[in-house]
């Protein structure tokens, strides 16, 4: 009954032409005018009286209107069935301006997914990287727990040096008037760690408790309050208390201060944390070599309205991300040509690997055990107090979108790990600290 005519426009772009007899048309008009022609009342007719000339004459347009709709609905999943595409993106539909008089025609424009035959994955190159944990790792998280477990004792007549913390009272002004945000009570603040603005906190040496002092200085060009930007201020400040830094003297007092029961229990953990954390890093840069391996292996195109569409949603995230971590992305930055091009880039990747790993998945019959899942459950609850593991993983079974997550994740790991176990491997080796450096390298 239906008829589909396929035409290519361009790499996973088509336009489909899709035939129904008159009769098909007829059928469903004839349905629509006696629904309506049961329903109308005119005047000089009962109730489901009305002549069908008269409903034709009066409600013509509104009955093919309505006979359109209902084509469409009836035969809209049998005509992408027939054409044999499978669309990325709701079709574009069109109707001709003149019917022709022996068929009712619509026409699709679809967007299709690239098909794509997988080569064989034992022709591929993977670097498969085990990253290890050395002394240098651990002295570095017993550097930085050094630095961060710093208690304050109050000293009356000390004056403040750098690594101090002041607490403080003071009003901002522009000339002769208060500025809004300018004005703080008891606010601490560590000499050296240069949270205010330039030359603020160096004005403060040497002050002791309970100084009055004038600071002057003047905000950045490139201040966040553009009604402050540029312009000279000054802030009446009163000291209020000064605090000598106060650090652990060893590793067994550093080890009380965060709560260990000895040095050997902190240590211990340290090791553990940095053991985990190494784990997880060799097997990003594995999953990053065999992916890379899979995109470079097979050439894809995709539709472009695909890639706005994941464009925007790829927008969506890092401006979501950014302002979690407290930044505000602005419009300068998102008309970046710079960063469209970044997102653009990350979409096309995306997008790849969305079609590639589906193919690993169905060629290679992947799929999910009970264990498996129950596995991956345990994995995301370890992080809590053994106490409330239970409750989080009731929590997690019981909502549908965190399962789903969990379940593409362990899914997209089975698929790698299978890639890696077929392609052509070569081990890597290196230190969590060699590792690190790549990473910020990287960001920068």
């Given at each position: 009954?239906?008829?589909?005519?396929?035409?290519?426009l361009?790499?996973?772009?088509?336009?489909?032409?899709?035939?129904?007899?008159?009769?098909?048309?007829?059928?469903?008009?004839?349905?629509?005018?006696?629904?309506?022609?049961s329903?109308?009342?005119?005047p000089?007719?009962?109730p489901?009286?009305?002549?069908?000339h008269?409903?034709d004459?009066?409600?013509?347009?509104?009955?093919?209107?309505?006979?359109?709709?209902?084509?469409?609905?009836?035969?809209?999943?049998?005509?992408?069935?027939?054409?044999?595409?499978?669309?990325?993106?709701?079709p574009?539909?069109?109707?001709?301006?003149?019917?022709?008089?022996?068929?009712?025609?619509f026409t699709?424009?679809?967007?299709?997914?690239?098909?794509?035959?997988?080569?064989?994955?034992?022709?591929?190159?993977?670097?498969?990287?085990?990253?290890?944990?050395?002394?240098?790792?651990?002295?570095?998280?017993?550097?930085r727990?050094y630095?961060?477990?710093?208690?304050?004792?109050?000293?009356?007549?000390?004056?403040?040096?750098?690594?101090?913390?002041?607490?403080?009272?003071?009003?901002?002004?522009?000339?002769?008037e208060?500025?809004d945000?300018?004005?703080g009570?008891?606010?601490?603040?560590?000499?050296?760690?240069?949270?205010?603005?330039p030359?603020f906190?160096?004005q403060?040496?040497?002050?002791?408790?309970?100084?009055?002092?004038?600071?002057?200085?003047?905000f950045?060009?490139?201040?966040?309050?553009?009604?402050?930007?540029?312009?000279?201020?000054?802030?009446e400040?009163?000291?209020?208390?000064?605090?000598?830094?106060?650090?652990?003297?060893?590793?067994?007092?550093?080890?009380?201060?965060?709560?260990?029961?000895?040095?050997k229990?902190?240590?211990?953990?340290?090791?553990?944390?940095?053991?985990?954390?190494?784990?997880?890093?060799?097997k990003?840069?594995?999953?990053?070599?065999?992916?890379?391996?899979?995109?470079?292996a097979?050439?894809?195109?995709?539709?472009?309205?695909?890639?706005?569409?994941?464009?925007?949603?790829?927008?969506?995230?890092?401006?979501?991300?950014?302002?979690?971590?407290?930044?505000?992305?602005?419009?300068?930055?998102?008309?970046?040509?710079?960063?469209?091009?970044?997102?653009?880039?990350?979409s096309?990747?995306?997008?790849?690997?969305?079609?590639?790993l589906?193919?690993?998945?169905k060629?290679?019959?992947?799929?999910?055990?009970?264990?498996?899942?129950?596995?991956?459950?345990?994995?995301?609850?370890?992080?809590?107090?053994?106490?409330?593991?239970?409750?989080?993983?009731?929590?997690?079974?019981?909502?549908?979108?965190?399962?789903?997550?969990?379940?593409?994740?362990?899914?997209?790991?089975?698929?790698?790990?299978?890639?890696?176990?077929?392609?052509?491997?070569?081990?890597?080796?290196?230190?969590?600290?060699?590792?690190?450096?790549?990473?910020?390298?990287?960001?920068?």
């Open positions: 009954m239906i008829q589909t005519d396929v035409k290519k361009a790499d996973n772009e088509h336009e489909v032409e899709v035939r129904l007899p008159k009769s098909e048309y007829d059928r469903v008009y004839a349905q629509e005018k006696a629904k309506l022609g329903q109308v009342k005119l000089g007719f009962r489901g009286k009305t002549p069908s008269v409903i004459k009066q409600f013509g347009p509104k009955i093919h209107e309505d006979t359109v709709s209902q084509l469409l609905q009836e035969h809209y999943v049998g005509a992408i069935e027939s054409s044999g595409l499978t669309p990325a993106l709701q574009e539909l069109s109707l001709p301006k003149v019917q022709p008089d022996d068929a009712f025609v699709l424009k679809v967007s299709s997914w690239p098909e794509v035959k997988l080569t064989d994955l034992s022709k591929l190159k993977v670097e498969e990287t085990e990253v290890t944990v050395d002394d240098k790792d651990i002295a570095g998280v017993l550097e727990l630095k961060s477990q710093v208690s304050y004792e109050i000293k009356e007549d000390r004056a403040a040096e750098i690594g101090d913390q002041l607490h403080i009272d003071f009003e901002g002004f522009i000339g002769d208060a500025f945000g300018g004005k009570e008891d606010v601490p603040l560590v000499l050296g760690e240069g949270r205010f603005i030359g906190e160096d403060l040496i040497g002050k002791k408790a309970g100084d009055a002092c004038t600071v002057e200085v003047t950045p060009e490139n201040y966040q309050a553009p009604n402050l930007a540029g312009k000279e201020a000054r802030f400040t009163t000291v209020k208390s000064v605090g000598e830094a106060v650090k652990a003297k060893g590793d067994e007092d550093l080890a009380k201060m965060l709560n260990f029961d000895d040095a229990a902190m240590m211990e953990d340290i090791k553990q944390g940095l053991d985990k954390e190494a784990e997880q890093a060799g990003q840069v594995t999953r990053d070599s065999a992916l890379d391996a899979l995109i470079k097979h050439d894809m195109t995709f539709p472009e309205g695909l890639i706005a569409e994941d464009m925007k949603a790829t927008t969506a995230r890092v401006v979501q991300n950014m302002q979690q971590q407290g930044m505000e992305a602005n419009d300068e930055m998102l008309q970046d040509e710079a960063f469209k091009a970044e997102v653009r880039t990350r096309i990747r995306g997008l790849n690997l969305s079609v590639l589906q193919s690993v998945r060629d290679f019959d992947i799929s999910l055990t009970d264990e498996e899942i129950d596995a991956g459950v345990d994995e995301m609850v370890s992080a809590y107090p053994e106490n409330m593991r239970d409750d989080y993983a009731k929590y997690i079974r019981d909502n549908q979108e965190q399962m789903g997550a969990l379940k593409d994740r362990i899914l997209e790991q089975k698929c790698i790990d299978h890639v890696v176990s077929q392609a052509k491997v070569k081990k890597v080796k290196k230190t969590l600290a060699a590792w690190q450096e790549e990473q910020d390298k990287a960001i920068s």
